[in-house]
């Protein structure tokens, strides 16, 4: 489809395993965003690129959460060491303007 | 603290009748609006959006209005549908200096159910 896809949709860790979270993008579009939505929670933000630069990274919640998009497309966003606290859907959104348009998410659990 | 408020957790409306879910904000610094519905297990769906520069907007069912002043702003879906049982989120994102795109910041939703 011609939507955002991501995967996996769901993924389970062990606290301390690192997980990497991929996002395809709409094609064409230059501004991509990381979300986290914990449980009964609205997303929050977590970094933005425009292209390849990553131009916001001030939601990030610690240095283990690590964004890349290194061609401008695919974006991957790492956790490493997981802890219990970092469960959550993981939204990506790409934009060619100001609607933002969402993926279905990855839903994290961390044992 | 939060930036962005929808007080309802949840609504409930009958079928035909008209859905109004309300949002109110804190940061003047805002100057664009957005309404997403969210399925479970599914991402949050763009509805509608309004700019600062506009007191309301209209697509189909769904007419967002904006109140500045009060900072307020609200979605009216008439006539209510079955199909329009979701999460409501709220949205709203500030020009970002020097240009681009901005992350949003989400309200925690207001969950409808259309009754039939």
Redesign the interface.
């Known amino acids: 489809g011609a939507g955002?896809s991501?995967s996996p949709r769901y993924k389970v860790a062990k606290r301390g395993q690192d997980v990497a979270l991929r996002c395809d993008p709409i094609s064409g579009h230059v501004?991509l965003?990381w979300?986290q939505q914990a449980l009964?929670?609205?997303?929050?933000?977590l970094t933005?690129f425009?292209n390849e630069a990553q131009?916001?990274k001030s939601?990030l919640p610690s240095d283990r959460f690590f964004a890349e998009r290194p061609e401008g497309s695919v974006s991957t966003l790492k956790i490493q060491r997981t802890q219990k606290e970092d469960s959550a859907v993981y939204?990506c959104?790409s934009?060619p303007?100001?609607?933002?348009?969402?993926?279905?998410?990855t839903r994290l659990t961390v044992l | 603290d939060q930036q962005v408020k929808q007080n309802s957790p949840s609504l409930s409306v009958q079928e035909g009748r008209i859905s109004i879910l309300n949002c109110d904000y804190t940061n003047s610094m805002f100057d664009y609006f957005l309404w997403y519905k969210k399925y479970p297990a599914e991402g949050p769906t763009f509805l509608i959006s309004i700019s600062s520069i506009k007191d309301k907007n209209e697509d189909g069912r769904f007419t967002v209005f904006l109140n500045k002043s009060a900072k307020h702003l609200s979605l009216h879906i008439v006539p209510s549908q079955p199909g329009d049982s979701a999460v409501y989120f709220c949205a709203a994102s500030a020009e970002r200096s020097g240009g681009g795109a901005d992350g949003l910041t989400f309200g925690k939703g207001t969950h409808l159910i259309i009754q039939p």
């Open positions: 955002v991501q501004s965003f979300y009964g929670q609205g997303p929050e933000f933005y425009q131009l916001d939601g939204l959104a934009s303007g100001n609607e933002q348009f969402f993926g279905p998410g």
